[in-house]
């Protein structure tokens, strides 16, 4: 099975996050969506503007897009683009323009330490000043601290103090293919302890 044919706590921690963040109206950026969970909650319970998910492999997305599709969430709302981090000049015809978002999540983008430069390049860029981003990432992960330099390391971003906390996450099962409707294996949920922090950007990119 692919990383993203997995729900990871992480994303089940996110997505259960982003009611209290996201603020009605933002417009969102998910970098790595996988399944799509986060940007799918995101539109369904914080009535953004618009939320862009986005995704290295193709099938990501295209999974991304059947999710949101079979969960109601309109199109209008809801785009999903393949993006790779490292090819900056194809940003901007997958909708990563420049200081275009309010809000930014992700969940377990950085289990390799070569995503946070990345990262915090993309960050930097397509998020406006004052914009904000949270990361749901596995306790066990190793790289957290490493995009925390990197983005600080860019002179635009601050750890928004208090705002990192833990979650607990139960293994469980969703819900069966036949419940979904769907063929397939039943979905099941991974238990896990998860680790949210949040930044923000603070001034205009130089």
């Given at each position: 099975?692919?990383?993203?044919?997995?729900?990871?706590?992480?994303?089940?921690?996110?997505?259960?996050?982003?009611?209290?963040?996201?603020?009605?109206?933002?417009?969102?950026?998910?970098?790595?969506?996988?399944?799509?969970?986060?940007?799918?909650a995101?539109?369904l319970a914080?009535?953004?503007?618009?939320?862009?998910?986005t995704?290295?492999?193709?099938?990501?997305?295209?999974?991304?897009?059947?999710?949101?599709?079979?969960?109601?969430?309109?199109?209008s709302?809801?785009?999903a683009?393949?993006?790779?981090w490292?090819?900056r000049?194809?940003w901007?015809s997958?909708?990563?323009?420049?200081?275009?978002?309010?809000v930014?999540?992700?969940?377990?983008?950085i289990?390799?330490?070569?995503?946070?430069?990345?990262?915090?390049?993309i960050?930097?860029?397509?998020?406006?000043?004052?914009?904000?981003?949270?990361?749901?990432?596995?306790?066990?992960?190793?790289?957290?601290?490493?995009?925390?330099?990197?983005?600080?390391e860019?002179?635009?971003?601050?750890?928004?103090e208090?705002?990192a906390?833990?979650?607990?996450?139960?293994?469980s099962?969703?819900?069966?293919?036949?419940?979904?409707?769907t063929k397939?294996?039943?979905?099941?949920?991974?238990?896990?302890?998860?680790?949210?922090?949040c930044?923000?950007?603070?001034?205009?990119?130089?």
């Amino acid at each position: 099975t692919p990383y993203y044919g997995v729900l990871w706590p992480s994303a089940i921690g996110l997505s259960q996050s982003v009611s209290s963040f996201v603020e009605e109206g933002d417009s969102v950026l998910e970098l790595g969506c996988g399944l799509g969970l986060g940007g799918i909650a995101t539109a369904l319970a914080a009535r953004p503007s618009r939320v862009l998910v986005t995704d290295y492999d193709p099938a990501a997305v295209y999974l991304a897009r059947l999710s949101a599709k079979l969960s109601g969430v309109s199109r209008s709302v809801l785009r999903a683009a393949p993006v790779d981090w490292n090819e900056r000049e194809q940003w901007a015809s997958h909708g990563l323009r420049r200081d275009a978002f309010d809000v930014a999540i992700a969940a377990d983008i950085i289990y390799e330490a070569a995503a946070c430069k990345p990262v915090a390049d993309i960050l930097a860029h397509a998020l406006r000043p004052g914009g904000r981003f949270l990361l749901a990432d596995g306790e066990s992960r190793l790289h957290r601290a490493q995009l925390r330099d990197a983005l600080l390391e860019r002179g635009r971003f601050v750890a928004l103090e208090g705002s990192a906390r833990v979650l607990d996450i139960e293994e469980s099962k969703g819900l069966s293919s036949s419940q979904r409707g769907t063929k397939g294996a039943d979905l099941k949920i991974e238990a896990g302890r998860v680790v949210l922090q949040c930044y923000e950007r603070t001034s205009a990119a130089a």
